[in-house]
């Protein structure tokens, strides 16, 4: 398999094969050469009533959907999936299923190239200072519960030079750091890793999930500016709690809680 060779829905299924629950028993797989947004369609699926556990996957997206409302640019040569979960409320409360999303693709980044991949609270997933791949958790109710739609998208293939103006300086891919592994290797990583961590929050553990993530997370202990929709706060990001929201010991000598939020490094001038 080469950076080269291109998903279809016979390599997402050899991808799930080793799952547990996704793409398992009543639960859909779908893969498609192109799509507006994989959160959408699965959003569609699970409005008719898809089973926890079920994926799609596309080629590339023509609407791929970011988090905050942005856009997630999608051409091909990248990897976009979406996992319909239906967690109930304890495992909702626990650990957010994004933090297990960023940290299962920065893990399956270590394990299918020689690249450390790094994580920026809350879940963007880094190698070195430009993000490579991200995560959108979108909730919602129906009349079966809750519904998480985990969206991932990871730059894979795109060549270095292929972000435009706007993302040139702050996103990458694995070929853009030499690395020319294939989506489905990346895919198949990710899916499994995912479904052990959902399995262990949801067996009540997350301890060792938390500090997995924790270690990944270089931004802990430094100086850092949180952006939130109504004010920007500055503060030494000491730490996680045991439910995945960021402490910051902020300026004004206070400490406080965020469970959201754009967070970035400020760096000494
Ligand atoms: C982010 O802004 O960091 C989150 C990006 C999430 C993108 C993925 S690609 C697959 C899935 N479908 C979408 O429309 N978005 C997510």
């Given at each position: 398999m080469s950076a080269e060779s291109p998903l279809d829905l016979e390599a997402v299924q050899r991808a799930a094969?080793?799952?547990?629950?996704?793409?398992?028993?009543t639960a859909i797989v779908e893969f498609h050469s192109?799509?507006?947004?994989t959160n959408q369609r699965a959003g569609e699926l699970a409005r008719e009533g898809a089973a926890e556990g079920s994926l799609v996957v596309a080629a590339?997206?023509?609407s791929g959907r970011g988090r905050l409302g942005k856009t997630w640019n999608s051409p091909v040569g990248g990897l976009y999936l979406t996992v319909i979960l239906r967690p109930d409320q304890a495992m909702l409360r626990r650990l957010p299923v994004t933090l297990l999303g960023g940290l299962a693709v920065a893990e399956a980044i270590d394990a299918t190239t020689e690249l450390h991949a790094e994580l920026k609270w809350p879940n963007d997933i880094y190698v070195g200072d430009k993000k490579v791949a991200g995560v959108l958790g979108e909730l919602s109710r129906d009349a079966k519960g809750s519904v998480l739609l985990l969206g991932i998208g990871v730059n894979i293939?795109?060549?270095?030079?292929?972000?435009g103006d706007e993302l040139k300086e702050t996103a990458t891919s694995l070929a853009g750091n030499g690395e020319t592994t294939s989506a489905e290797s990346v895919l198949s990583e990710v899916l499994k890793r995912f479904e052990e961590h959902y399995q262990s929050v949801k067996a009540g553990g997350g301890v060792g999930i938390l500090s997995s993530a924790s270690a990944r997370?270089?931004?802990?202990?430094k100086p850092v500016r949180l952006r939130l929709p109504e004010r920007t706060l500055t503060g030494t990001a000491s730490g996680l709690t045991q439910t995945g929201a960021l402490v910051l010991e902020l300026d004004d000598g206070t400490r406080d809680v965020f469970v959201a939020g754009e967070v970035e490094e400020v760096r000494p001038k």
């Open positions: 094969a080793w799952c547990t629950f996704i793409g398992k028993d192109t799509l507006d947004s590339q997206q023509q293939a795109q060549p270095a030079d292929g972000f997370m270089p931004m802990l202990g």
